[in-house]
């Protein structure tokens, strides 16, 4: 059930999946530092050539990372055609804040101190996804908004409160973006909030509903434990037959 | 548990049914296309025309469908009793739009490619139903609103917006529809909202509860198959204990 | 698992009850005719002592019906401890629209037409119940609003739009109520929201996991009739058993 | 499952614990009345002094409690590090509220006359829960934006009904917090409210689940009772067996 791919021997495509695994991880960790500082700061002079500079530096990671990987594919046309995705959040700037997506990497790293509990696991990626979709998209709204005509979130306290009053359901409406940008990214966050609301409830649900059925001993589900202790007594009631047959058996000659 | 009928001998009706079924998607297609250009393009002179003409050659293969499948079918009186939701949506001007409720026949097809899997198309039907709705509802609200004295959503691009704020249950209010029609498509709007939203908690729910029951051996349920073990089992034995009375039994002569 | 009591001699308080049940249901209707007349039609004159007389007709009955149960039931004291609830619908006005909760009698036979499956009975009383409570919280809130200084919404259609934005939990805020009985409405309306999108959720989850579970034949759960075979089996099995014996111990006199 | 613990030999902690939990429940019950009074009243003169000494004779409680544990405790080092959230609501004054927790206590009291059942305890903690939550957060956000400048929120009654608005997501934004402190406190209660929802709506699905389960007998799960009537029909042919080996066994001698 688990899909941890367990390959006998590594590929070099493989070999090279999991050794640029975190320098990923910390490309995409530089790309969060540099475009939080650019978006908060408004650095300007050399501070905005440095954030630059190191915004510059994790895109060029995930380009050497795709072209490794186009190199050491065996069918070159085949992985191209299966990874466009890969393409896109490399090629197209709008869709850069996707390398986040690396940061995974992390919180499977925090899951293995929760333990393999899929509840448990669902609970990590779904507080962890919660809490840096807010922070991006606050982030977002703010550099989009800021300059527009008529604009109401001017700041990144107001970006955070209407991030959280959006991905919440709540939406009082006191702050809304008025950008066309502005408004796509909205629509994100409002598609994460009702994910975060139907990820509460299911992981709620399933403990629930398990809980009900621990309770109640009477009511306990037949696990295969039970039935390997009814084979176990058939077995033994077989192979009692078997020497009460040998013992009348042989005396008969009938099938010795 | 499928619920495709499989006729033996097919009637004519059935047959009708089968081959209008791709006729009448187009149908739905074409009525959409002309629909979103007489909403968005506000066409005028030739141009109006031609979308008039294509709306109402859509509406009449849902008028010709209707009539044949009236005629075909064997007990009239009877399919016209039970068939007078699809008399309404040919009938009544008001209904037009539930004509795209055809475009199902789209999602099917795409179903074929996701599998049969239930919680792969309760997700192709929720994803594909929100998306269509949000677009309907944005075209038909724009359409009531435009005109309307005091009217806040005058674009597309506001009625898209709404749309998206409405479905999600968010709500900003920072637009609202005034006229009696766009309050009404709104209300079927967070109707479609909060279905979405179950949709969406129900199928993690389901999700993570299998994933759950999967996850630890020891806890998995019992399903036939072990039963069907069992059974092996014990015809194996009851094989052993006639052999054993067959061995036995003849010697004795008493129910010989 | 059915709560409906099957006493096996009525007692007189029963047999009221049970007769009582139409009429009381009747009563509800009655009340919320007047009331929506009161309302909707503010009517003068002879007309308003008319519903007036409508309206306290329908209270009577309710009255009548306590006063009779009250004599009726064998232990008087602790029949009436247990029954504040409707001594309370009674003799408080400001609970007087509880007394619509006799329509559930309505919804009952309508479930009849459904079938008892859970499901069916759920979805039933959550449109019902839903609807209810959208028609009688904007009638209550128009009521209450109409004469307030300041108020949002003075006409039926502007309550019945704003009550459909509370129930989804959109919550524009186009339209909000400013008194505090109305603010008290609308508290009840919120928590009818959440119960609602809470009973779809539930129910779309049950329908799914219930249709995972039936899709794969693998994987299908054992049954009290799966047991059922295998004890049938074993019985067998003890049958040849015994027949064997019974062939073998007369002849060896050993225990016969 | 129940994590009631049992303790053989009662520590010198484990009993201080056992006996401070009530006088702790009193201490955060006259902390929220305090706090209530502090609020509300606005009290001056020896009526602030008199509210100001409950106040800290009840965070007195808290520090003993805490003080008295730390002592009593075989490793303290690795106590202390493992209570740190204990420590920070003592000493932190803006975590202050979080010693209502203590109230857990009360909830606990109300269970026992609800039963054991998992559903009624889900049900009581939800429901105590969001009152406490709805108060305390009305009282805090009344507290920092009273003073304000622009605030919205500047009576009791308005901050209860904009609390309600939140919980239940409707957020109709007709009065919002302004204040930093205010939007914290906001942002604690929609997390609160999509904790509402979804624990409404798990306790539901299970409980339909579990009803639709029960509904069909021919559908009904398999439990461990039924495997043990196998058992017994499996032992009971193994003595049948047993008996016939042994009135035939005897006369062979072949295993004595």
Not at 13 to 34: D, G, I, M, S, Y
Not at 158 to 172: D, F, K, S
Not at 217 to 228: K, M, P, Y
Request: glycine share 8%; proline share 4%.
């Amino acid at each position: 059930m688990m899909t941890t791919p367990v390959p006998v021997v590594e590929t070099k495509l493989q070999a090279w999946e999991r050794r640029a695994e975190w320098p990923l991880a910390l490309a995409a960790v530089l790309f969060l530092a540099a475009y939080s500082v650019e978006v908060l700061a408004t650095p300007a002079g050399a501070a905005a050539v440095a954030v630059r500079i190191v915004s510059i530096a994790s895109w060029l990671m995930f380009v050497v990372d795709y072209a490794v990987r186009l190199c050491l594919a065996d069918q070159r046309w085949r992985w191209f055609s299966r990874h466009l995705f890969d393409l896109a959040i490399v090629a197209l700037p709008v869709l850069r804040h996707l390398r986040l997506l690396r940061l995974v990497t992390l919180i499977t790293v925090l899951n293995r101190a929760v333990g393999h509990a899929i509840r448990g696991r669902v609970v990590m990626y779904t507080v962890g996804g919660a809490v840096l979709l807010v922070y991006v998209a606050s982030l977002a709204v703010l550099q989009n908004e800021r300059g527009y005509p008529g604009a109401q979130i001017t700041h990144f306290g107001e970006a955070l409160w209407w991030a959280m009053t959006t991905i919440t359901t709540v939406g009082y409406g006191d702050l809304t973006p008025v950008s066309p940008t502005g408004r796509v990214i909205a629509v994100l966050l409002m598609i994460g909030g009702i994910s975060l609301l139907g990820s509460i409830t299911a992981t709620l649900a399933s403990w629930i509903v398990q809980r009900v059925a621990d309770e109640d001993t009477a009511a306990r589900v037949v696990t295969t434990e039970h039935i390997d202790v009814l084979v176990t007594e058939i077995q033994e009631l077989r192979a009692e037959v078997r020497r009460l047959g040998g013992s009348s058996r042989p005396r008969d000659g009938l099938d010795g």
